[in-house]
Nanobody
Framework: QVQLVESGGGLVQAGGSLRLSCAAS????????MGWFRQAPGKEREFVAA????????YYTDSVKGRFTISRYNAKNTVYLQMDSLKAEDTAVYCC??????????????????????WGQGTQVTVSS
């Protein structure tokens, strides 16, 4: 049974940092794209960041560029999201996604929820202003 377990969320003041981790089990994702999405209260789940299978390509939504960094460690079947300079509008439940294709023709494909087969339950990130 495939499981994705996120950790590292919490309460932080604006301007602070958090590092999220997502550990996968049940199968290896070393050949798959992985990503992070978030959902704020009353809003739809939205794309945050994605990373190709090798880690050689990364993608970010505009609002987090320059503040968030996605990375992965395939030997541990884990993906990370380093979040710096956090803002109140970053408050959301953050979920990791896995099982994306090894290659996509366009960067847009990495941002689609439908591109991923497996999802974690999420971890709450709350940024106080």
């Amino acid at each position: 049974q495939v499981q994705l377990v996120e950790s590292g969320g919490g309460l932080v003041q604006a301007g602070g940092s958090l590092r999220l981790s997502c550990a996968a089990s049940g199968r290896t994702f070393s050949n798959d794209a992985m990503g992070w999405f978030r959902q704020a209260p009353g809003k739809e789940r939205e794309f945050v960041a994605a990373i190709s299978w090798s880690g050689g390509s990364t993608y970010y939504t505009d609002s987090v560029k320059g503040r968030f960094t996605i990375s992965r460690y395939n030997a541990k079947n884990t993906v990370y999201l380093q979040m710096d300079s956090l803002k109140a509008e970053d408050t959301a439940v953050y979920c990791c996604a896995a099982g994306g294709r090894q290659y996509y023709n366009t960067p847009y494909s990495y941002t689609r929820k439908g591109s991923y087969d497996y999802w974690g339950q999420g971890t709450q990130v709350t940024v106080s202003s």
